[in-house]
């Protein structure tokens, strides 16, 4: 079994900083890509960021609206993404969501997190 633990939203005012962590755990043999996704309030959930390889390989992606001020990494060795979030919108309120395509002895499956809630206040 697999799991995905976000950490790190909350309450933040327009302009600020969040720093997102989603730690995968279990028999993960590897991770071949990992991203953010997020889900405001009666809108469809849409991927804010996207990291695949390690390293100097790695290759990343982002939703338009949050190019320059989103960076995605990952550590490998501890299966951990991470979302560092700047200047922060109001429009940026949506619950957040790890997700992660993971190899396992079993399996190739994607596996989503609980979600973790930011809200981004005026």
């Known amino acids: 079994q697999v799991q995905l633990v976000e950490s790190g939203g909350g309450s933040v005012q327009a302009g600020g900083s969040l720093r997102l962590s989603c730690a995968a755990s279990?028999?993960?043999?590897?991770?071949?890509?990992m991203a953010w996704y997020r889900q405001a309030t009666g809108k469809q959930r849409e991927q804010v960021a996207g990291?695949?390889?390690?390293?100097?390989?790695?290759?990343?992606s982002y939703l338009d609206s949050v190019k320059g001020r989103a960076t995605i990494s990952r550590d490998n060795a501890k299966n951990i993404v991470y979302l560092q979030m700047n200047s922060l919108k109001p429009e940026d309120s949506a619950v957040y969501y790890c997700?992660?395509?993971?190899?396992?002895?079993?399996?190739?499956?994607?596996?989503w997190g609980q979600g973790t809630q930011v809200t981004v206040s005026s």
């Open positions: 997700y992660a395509d993971v190899v396992t002895t079993q399996t190739v499956r994607p596996y």
């Open positions: 279990g028999r993960i043999v590897s991770i071949h890509f």
């Open positions: 990291i695949t390889g390690t390293g100097i390989t790695s290759r990343t």
